[in-house]
């Protein structure tokens, strides 16, 4: 599948928009898990949340690639530094970093979400997207990507896979820091 991969900027706003759909992706979230605190998910609705991440790719930087085959985005990779996802930072978490100063250390990057059309998903996508998200953390100033995936799921559709594959990121180089809770290692990749 010959895919392109391009960071997320405004003026691809149109194709992220058609890749999430109506609802959202991931029943709504509009990928705004890791940036808006439980209270605050819990009383905004779609559209409010669709609000929040395009009032955050028209502020730049990037805050993720999309992938695109024959002009259709087909996949995205919310991939920055740690402190433009604060709740991935969130000490009861899994991803908590451990060294409490990486939350706010603009060279320490995470990749928190996933989100691929069921027609892309099972063919290596996510591969794809992990190799260019360490490429463009690396021409951005990061000097680690950290990641807290699944080990395993029962499919390639399985919503639990929207922080990604242990196995993907194992292929491609990184390293388990700490396993805090089962199936859900931190992983770091030092660029």
Not at 97 to 107: C, E, F, L, T, Y
Not at 126 to 133: D, F, I, K, Q, T
Request: hydrophobic fraction near 40%; aromatic fraction near 10%; charged fraction near 25%.
């Amino acid at each position: 599948m010959p895919v392109d991969i391009r960071p997320l900027t405004p003026d691809l706003w149109p194709a992220f928009e058609d890749l999430f759909g109506k609802q959202g992706a991931c029943y709504g979230c509009w990928c705004t898990y890791f940036r808006l605190p439980p209270a605050a998910r819990k009383t905004k609705d779609g559209q409010q949340k669709k609000a929040i991440i395009r009032g955050r790719i028209e502020a730049g930087p990037p805050p993720g690639l999309l992938a695109f085959d024959e002009g259709q985005a087909i996949g995205w990779m919310q991939i920055g530094p740690r402190a433009d996802v604060p709740e991935w930072n969130n000490a009861g978490r899994g991803s908590a970093p451990v060294d409490p100063g990486d939350a706010s250390d603009p060279a320490v990057w995470a990749i928190s979400c996933f989100f691929l059309r069921a027609k892309a998903r099972g063919k290596g996508l996510s591969h794809r997207l992990v190799a260019s998200g360490l490429a463009f953390a690396r021409e951005n100033g990061a000097r680690l990507v950290e990641v807290c995936p699944i080990d395993q799921s029962k499919s390639s559709r399985s919503v639990g896979l929207f922080v990604g594959s242990t196995r993907v990121f194992e292929k491609a180089g990184f390293s388990t820091l700490v396993k805090r809770k089962a199936g859900r290692p931190l992983m770091r990749y030092v660029l």
